[in-house]
């Protein structure tokens, strides 16, 4: 059983930045893949992006350039940076873990990009 637990959402003004992080219960060096989806109101949850135990990165063409998966192993976090925000982002974020194939989800943050 894993448990992801996010942080770092809140209220930020269009082309500012943001982070969220997740923290798995844990070590999630032997995660198959580890990434973040988003759901705004009335629309299906979406993959924003994604990080693979082998370190390789992928990422949705709208956030592309502009937000930045990372993943620690040492604190068994994943983040994510995302910057120029823009009020199309405001969505709830949800991280998500792959482990022997099982998929685990976290209870999701509020990000809300407003003026």
């Known amino acids: 059983q894993v448990q992801l637990v996010e942080s770092g959402g809140g209220l930020v003004q269009p082309g500012g930045s943001l982070s969220v992080s997740c923290a798995a219960s844990?070590?999630?060096?032997?995660?198959?893949?580890m990434g973040w989806y988003r759901q705004a109101d009335g629309k299906q949850r979406e993959l924003v992006a994604a990080n693979t135990g082998g370190g390789s990165t992928g990422y949705a063409d709208s956030v592309k350039g502009r937000f930045t998966i990372s993943r620690d192993i040492a604190k068994n976090t994943v983040t994510l940076q995302m910057n120029s925000l823009k009020p199309e982002d405001t969505a709830v974020y949800y991280c998500?873990?792959?482990?022997?194939?099982?998929?685990?989800w976290g209870q999701g943050t509020q990000v809300t990009v407003s003026s």
């Open positions: 998500n873990a792959e482990l022997r194939g099982l998929v685990y």
């Open positions: 844990r070590s999630i060096r032997w995660f198959n893949a």
